[in-house]
């Protein structure tokens, strides 16, 4: 079956550094979504892509944040300069939304520790 | 306008019993509502979903109900067994845009034998 991958799994950085989080989507999805869950919360929105640009972004997604879809088969997140209150899982989903049928596959999620 | 209310936050039930977490919304333009099961360490993983054209759907041992009027769907899950122990997420969707999803805080269930 197919799956959503994440590398990597865990990631300690220092504060102000720049972490990129990897995801490899579901081969023929066309959307992809970042989503966190800070630990004990719920999960929360962060940004959806589709047609290579952003299509939505929540309020947590300020400028440190980017994505991109470097070619065919990757969806990456970067954080230009981690805080601490950036320590989070960052789940990668992706789905295939033809037909209505709006199931969002995740990711296990890479957990994200900003010291 | 674009919150899910979930509860209770955690629950505990007997092997056999029924399992029931509640949600509910405000924003009547919702238009998709997924049960995600969340194990420790895991992604959210989708359950079942429903519509709000319709009132219950069934999937094995998991239903889910939904009263349209009242703005609130649950997730019955019947014949609760030890590997049902895990976080349940209650979500929402719009019709347009990305349909990103809106999760409801998440419920902890503990099934004991």
């Known amino acids: 079956e197919p799956e959503v991958t994440q590398t990597p799994s865990h990631q300690v950085t220092q504060m102000g550094q720049e972490v990129i989080l990897r995801c490899v989507p579901i081969s023929n999805h066309l959307y992809f979504y970042w989503y966190r869950q800070i630990l004990g919360q719920k999960v929360e929105f962060l940004v959806s892509?589709?047609?290579?640009?952003?299509?939505?972004k929540s309020e947590i997604f300020d400028d440190q944040f980017s994505v991109e879809r470097p070619d065919g088969s990757n969806f990456t997140l970067k954080i230009r300069s981690t805080k601490l209150e950036d320590s989070a899982m960052y789940f990668c989903?992706?789905?295939?939304?033809?037909?209505?049928?709006?199931?969002?596959?995740f990711g296990p999620g890479t957990r994200l520790l900003v010291l | 306008q674009q919150q899910v209310k979930q509860s209770p936050q955690s629950l505990i039930v007997q092997k056999g019993g029924i399992s029931i977490i509640n949600c509910a919304y405000e924003?009547?333009?919702?238009?998709?509502f997924p049960w995600y099961q969340q194990f420790p360490g895991k992604g959210p993983a989708l359950l079942i979903a429903?519509?709000?054209?319709?009132s219950e759907k069934k999937e094995g041992r998991f239903t889910i109900s939904f009263n349209k009027s009242a703005k609130q769907f649950s997730l019955h899950i019947m014949d609760s067994q030890p590997g049902d122990s895990a976080t349940y997420f209650c979500a929402a969707t719009l019709p347009y845009n990305t349909d990103k999803l809106i999760f409801g805080t998440g419920t902890r269930l503990q099934v004991f034998p």
């Open positions: 989903a992706s789905s295939d939304t033809r037909q209505g049928a709006k199931t969002q596959y």
């Open positions: 892509f589709y047609n290579n640009e952003i299509s939505e």
């Open positions: 924003n009547t333009a919702f238009d998709y």
């Open positions: 429903i519509r709000p054209d319709v």
